[in-house]
């Protein structure tokens, strides 16, 4: 629902039965555009979220977390020096404009005065001002006298309304049928083109309502009549799509207030955004890690192919001392036959003039000495860099498979541990239990299958030896255990099973997808390698499709 002077009119009525009389208790500012205030009122202590941001611009209550900046804005420690503690003494809309103004008596040992907080919705020129007699003490968003802005928005300016819209008042029947005199065109685009506060979304449920010949009165009665129905709407996925004031259909979820429904949704979009943005960002770090290692890879490779010239230098150093009686100091070199081949070919071998032919050879000998070592080490670190890639890549597929910002913030630490984000340290974070695995149920018998590599190591530790483990064969994949409890574990859990394994593996696409099953007692995990690195022996292999199998799930809908 836009955040239009229709939805606001119902926003501030709500929020006038809620919050006047309450105190406000803290103040914080989360992002450099949203106010959070906590307020005790007589319901209770609630949370009253305002957001100037362009995209979610809204005035709502929340229960929604979230973490707040080390060093306050200078705004927030403005509104913490004059409202602490005030007393909310009135809310309303302003007129028909986008714009909430909350009123408060700010008392305090030393001063008693009043102030206005003005929560303009409006887009991108959304803003929070604090007003004392007229005059602007601070705002979220400031102009200066360069800027040549319409208003002028600084400490110490007096505040002045936006300009009015050349558009008819939606509270005046009379100034609306006077627009509604010149209709023309698509109902919807005319109303929301003639008459203020109404946005074009709103428009299309009034005609929907009332159809295309809706009259200057219905238009008024819907924006002033006490038609009232909040909820929320969902798309296919049944994810939250919308929030409306009135119009509800049969897929709708009903709320008794428009702030209930306000919250739930605003919830459910920070949550999404929350995990998109952290999923962005572990992308971002994963993929410069992973570049950095095939760089890595390629330097090796590129180095290994020198060294594949050892045994030729060494021929060189041995020819050289075969035919040391042939060679004179002050020779640039010398055709000398490869005894090694069976044509007995002959090849020229480069020498120092400076050196004796006895130093020559050793010259060559020490280069292929070197040479070894070099690709005894390269070879060491070619397998290692190689460990280390698929490793990123197998922290790849758990990022892929993550499906909330829970199963996020476990690969988080990991990235943090491997050294490829920085995390600043928080003396006042609390210890997060550890996230558990996804759980299901089926036949009376229990499956787990780990959300991380962090998780896939914890799992194979919580199973007992006879436990099945199934993991997805030349794929990184969830590992997924059955507990037996001492029984024979029927084919049918072993299906389940290996189809949750293939959904939460690289190959959740394909159509069929080899999952390997074997006892608990024959996985290893080898000293000092990546999380969720295993090996094992003894096992089976199984064919299925992926499937996620919600329907066993324990998890909590």
Same mark, same amino acid.
């Not at 696409?509 to 999952?515: E, G, L, M, P, R």
């Given at each position: 629902?836009?955040?239009?002077?229709?939805?606001?009119?119902?926003?501030?009525? /709500?929020?006038?039965?809620?919050?006047?009389?309450?105190?406000?208790?803290?103040?914080?500012?989360?992002?450099?555009? /949203?106010?959070?205030?906590?307020?005790?009122?007589?319901?209770?202590?609630?949370?009253?979220?305002?957001?100037?941001?362009?995209?979610?611009?809204?005035?709502?209550?929340?229960?929604?977390?979230?973490?707040?900046?080390?060093?306050?804005?200078?705004?927030?420690?403005?509104?913490?020096?004059?409202?602490?503690?005030?007393?909310?003494? =009135?809310?309303?809309?302003?007129?028909?404009?986008?714009?909430?103004?909350?009123?408060?008596?700010?008392?305090?040992?030393?001063? +008693?005065?009043?102030?206005?907080?003005?929560?303009?919705?409006?887009?991108?020129?959304?803003?929070?001002?604090?007003?004392?007699?007229?005059?602007?003490?601070?705002?979220?968003?400031?102009?200066?006298?360069?800027?040549?802005?319409?208003?002028?928005?600084?400490?110490?300016?007096?505040?002045?309304?936006?300009?009015?819209?050349?558009? !008819?008042?939606?509270?005046?029947?009379?100034?609306?049928?006077?627009?509604?005199?010149? @209709?023309?065109?698509?109902?919807?685009? #005319?109303?929301?083109?003639?008459?203020?506060?109404?946005?074009?979304?709103?428009?299309?449920?009034?005609?929907?309502?009332?159809?295309?010949?809706?009259?200057?009165?219905?238009?008024?009665?819907?924006?002033?009549?006490?038609?009232?129905?909040?909820?929320?709407? #969902?798309?296919?996925?049944?994810?939250?799509? +919308?929030? %409306?004031?009135?119009?509800?259909?049969?897929? !709708? %979820?009903?709320?008794?207030?428009?702030?209930? =429904?306000?919250?739930?949704? *605003?919830? !459910?979009?920070?949550?999404?955004?929350?995990?998109?943005?952290?999923?962005?960002?572990?992308?971002?770090?994963?993929?410069?890690?992973?570049? @950095?290692?095939?760089?890595?890879?390629?330097?090796?490779?590129?180095?290994?192919?020198?060294?594949?010239? &050892?045994?030729?230098?060494?021929?060189?150093?041995?020819?050289?001392? &075969?035919?040391?009686?042939?060679?004179?100091?002050?020779?640039?070199?010398?055709?000398?036959?490869?005894?090694?081949?069976?044509?007995? $070919?002959?090849?020229?071998?480069?020498?120092?003039? $400076?050196?004796?032919?006895?130093?020559?050879? $050793?010259?060559?000998?020490?280069? *292929?000495?070197?040479?070894?070592?070099?690709?005894?080490?390269?070879?060491?670190?070619?397998?290692?860099?190689?460990? @280390?890639?698929?490793?990123?890549?197998?922290?790849?597929?758990?990022?892929?498979?993550?499906?909330?910002?829970?199963?996020?913030?476990?690969?988080?630490?990991?990235?943090?541990? /491997?050294?490829?984000?920085?995390?600043?340290?928080?003396?006042?974070?609390? &210890?997060?239990?550890?996230?558990?695995?996804?759980?299901?149920?089926?036949?009376? #018998?229990?499956?787990?299958?780990?959300r991380n590599n962090v998780q896939n190591d914890r799992l194979i530790k919580s199973l007992s030896t006879e436990d099945l483990w199934?993991?997805?064969?030349? #794929?990184?994949?969830?590992?997924?255990?059955?507990?037996?409890?001492?029984?024979?574990?029927?084919?049918?859990?072993?299906?389940?099973?290996?189809e949750i394994c293939a959904y939460y593996s690289e190959a959740r696409d394909n159509d069929k997808v080899t999952i390997d099953f074997? %006892?608990?007692?024959?996985?290893?995990?080898?000293?000092?390698?990546?999380?969720?690195?295993?090996?094992?022996?003894? *096992?089976?292999?199984?064919?299925?499709?992926?499937? &996620?199998?919600?329907?066993?799930?324990?998890?909590?809908?």
């Amino acid at each position: 629902m836009p955040q239009d002077a229709y939805t606001l009119r119902r926003v501030a009525e /709500e929020l006038e039965n809620l919050l006047v009389g309450g105190k406000i208790s803290k103040i914080n500012m989360p992002e450099r555009d /949203e106010l959070t205030l906590i307020i005790y009122t007589r319901c209770g202590s609630v949370k009253l979220e305002i957001s100037c941001s362009a995209k979610n611009n809204r005035i709502s209550l929340s229960e929604t977390e979230k973490p707040n900046p080390q060093v306050a804005p200078n705004f927030c420690m403005l509104l913490r020096k004059h409202l602490q503690n005030a007393q909310i003494t =009135a809310v309303g809309q302003v007129g028909s404009e986008r714009i909430i103004k909350i009123d408060f008596d700010c008392i305090s040992d030393f001063s +008693d005065s009043k102030m206005s907080l003005y929560c303009e919705i409006m887009g991108k020129y959304s803003n929070i001002i604090l007003v004392e007699k007229g005059i602007i003490l601070g705002s979220v968003k400031q102009t200066t006298l360069e800027e040549n802005a319409k208003r002028i928005l600084f400490s110490g300016a007096k505040y002045t309304l936006p300009a009015p819209q050349d558009k !008819a008042d939606p509270s005046s029947l009379d100034e609306i049928s006077k627009a509604f005199e010149n @209709k023309t065109g698509e109902a919807a685009k #005319f109303i929301s083109s003639a008459v203020g506060g109404i946005a074009y979304s709103t428009a299309l449920e009034m005609t929907e309502t009332y159809g295309e010949d809706i009259t200057a009165e219905q238009v008024y009665e819907y924006f002033n009549g006490d038609g009232y129905a909040p909820c929320i709407v #969902f798309d296919v996925n049944g994810e939250p799509k +919308d929030f %409306k004031v009135r119009s509800c259909d049969g897929g !709708a %979820k009903r709320y008794a207030d428009l702030l209930s =429904a306000q919250k739930d949704y *605003y919830a !459910a979009v920070y949550k999404k955004q929350t995990f998109e943005d952290t999923k962005r960002k572990l992308f971002s770090a994963l993929h410069s890690a992973v570049k @950095k290692t095939e760089k890595r890879l390629g330097q090796i490779e590129s180095k290994l192919l020198e060294c594949d010239s &050892a045994e030729s230098v060494k021929l060189k150093g041995e020819l050289i001392t &075969a035919n040391i009686y042939r060679l004179e100091r002050g020779m640039t070199s010398f055709n000398a036959v490869n005894y090694y081949d069976e044509n007995l $070919q002959e090849i020229n071998i480069l020498l120092d003039r $400076q050196l004796t032919p006895a130093q020559n050879a $050793q010259k060559y000998y020490r280069q *292929y000495a070197k040479l070894k070592r070099t690709l005894a080490i390269l070879s060491d670190q070619r397998e290692e860099t190689r460990q @280390k890639y698929d490793y990123l890549n197998s922290i790849n597929s758990s990022i892929c498979a993550a499906e909330c910002i829970e199963d996020l913030k476990e690969i988080n630490d990991e990235l943090a541990a /491997e050294g490829l984000i920085k995390v600043v340290a928080d003396k006042k974070k609390k &210890a997060t239990p550890a996230l558990p695995f996804r759980q299901y149920s089926f036949m009376g #018998f229990t499956i787990f299958a780990g959300r991380n590599n962090v998780q896939n190591d914890r799992l194979i530790k919580s199973l007992s030896t006879e436990d099945l483990w199934l993991h997805a064969r030349r #794929f990184h994949s969830s590992h997924v255990g059955i507990i037996s409890d001492g029984k024979t574990i029927p084919d049918e859990v072993i299906l389940k099973a290996a189809e949750i394994c293939a959904y939460y593996s690289e190959a959740r696409d394909n159509d069929k997808v080899t999952i390997d099953f074997t %006892k608990r007692k024959c996985v290893k995990k080898p000293p000092r390698s990546h999380p969720g690195f295993t090996t094992y022996s003894e *096992y089976n292999s199984i064919n299925v499709a992926p499937c &996620a199998h919600r329907e066993l799930s324990n998890e909590e809908k």
